[in-house]
């Protein structure tokens, strides 16, 4: 399987506005998001992406074909919701770059794409010498959730191994509505972040 990693940036990006938000749609679908979504919603939503030179999204291509997608941006560009948790801490969101989605689709999975997308982001990160730390947040789902998956295993062992520290203590909420529900609820997310080295 011959799968090209492609890094675009900045106004670069439009063309694969409506990629990752198919993307989203799909994959966020899965536990533990279980994003009911809509197209409309997405392109809006992703538009943030075009407001700065430093986005990046990095690729993974199948020929034409966008089959992955990973995302980072300044945290400063973000919604209040992702830099409230950093305002007043030793960490602002001045010096923050923050990572977005991160999606793949089930058959290409477990070929190091997942590593790739963090090396991409990171070197961009770094790259740009005004961050100090990269961060992403996660939903936090109870165990006993009803839309667990039998044998579903979190990706936290693969984010410690890339470097990452879970900090319970920097915590926000978004809203969406569930595949069960019938309007949007609050959902926790906390964060997990690294230093640039």
Same mark, same amino acid.
């Given at each position: 399987?011959?799968?090209?990693?492609?890094?675009?940036?900045?106004?670069?990006?439009?063309?694969?506005?409506?990629?990752?938000?198919?993307?989203?749609?799909?994959?966020?679908?899965?536990?533990?998001?279980?994003?009911?979504?809509?197209?409309?919603?997405?392109?809006?939503?992703?538009?943030?992406?075009?407001?700065?030179?430093?986005?990046?999204?990095?690729?993974?291509?199948?020929?034409?074909?966008?089959?992955?997608?990973?995302?980072?941006?300044?945290?400063?560009?973000?919604?209040?919701?992702?830099?409230?948790?950093?305002?007043?801490?030793?960490?602002?969101?001045?010096?923050?770059?923050?990572?977005?989605?991160?999606?793949?689709?089930?058959?290409?999975?477990?070929?190091?794409?997942?590593?790739?997308?963090?090396?991409?982001?990171?070197?961009?990160?770094?790259?740009?010498?005004?961050?100090?730390? /990269?961060?992403?947040?996660?939903?936090?789902?109870?165990?006993?959730?009803?839309?667990?998956?039998?044998?579903?295993?979190?990706?936290?062992?693969?984010?410690?191994?890339?470097?990452? /520290?879970?900090?319970?203590?920097?915590? /926000?909420?978004?809203?969406?509505?569930?595949?069960?529900? /019938?309007?949007?609820?609050?959902?926790?997310?906390?964060?997990?972040?690294?230093?640039?080295?």
């Amino acid at each position: 399987m011959d799968i090209q990693i492609k890094s675009v940036t900045g106004n670069c990006i439009k063309p694969y506005i409506k990629d990752l938000a198919r993307l989203r749609m799909e994959l966020f679908r899965d536990f533990p998001y279980l994003y009911d979504g809509s197209l409309e919603y997405e392109e809006e939503y992703l538009s943030v992406y075009l407001r700065s030179r430093q986005t990046i999204i990095v690729l993974a291509l199948d020929g034409a074909r966008v089959v992955g997608a990973s995302s980072g941006m300044p945290m400063s560009i973000e919604s209040e919701e992702v830099k409230a948790p950093f305002v007043n801490t030793a960490i602002p969101p001045e010096r923050v770059f923050y990572f977005g989605e991160s999606l793949l689709m089930k058959a290409y999975r477990g070929r190091g794409i997942g590593h790739l997308f963090f090396d991409e982001r990171e070197m961009h990160a770094k790259l740009l010498k005004r961050f100090s730390h /990269t961060a992403f947040c996660a939903v936090v789902r109870p165990d006993d959730h009803p839309g667990r998956p039998a044998g579903y295993l979190p990706l936290d062992p693969f984010w410690v191994k890339r470097g990452y /520290t879970r900090r319970p203590d920097l915590v /926000t909420s978004f809203s969406w509505q569930d595949l069960n529900e /019938t309007q949007e609820s609050l959902k926790p997310m906390v964060f997990w972040i690294r230093e640039i080295s």
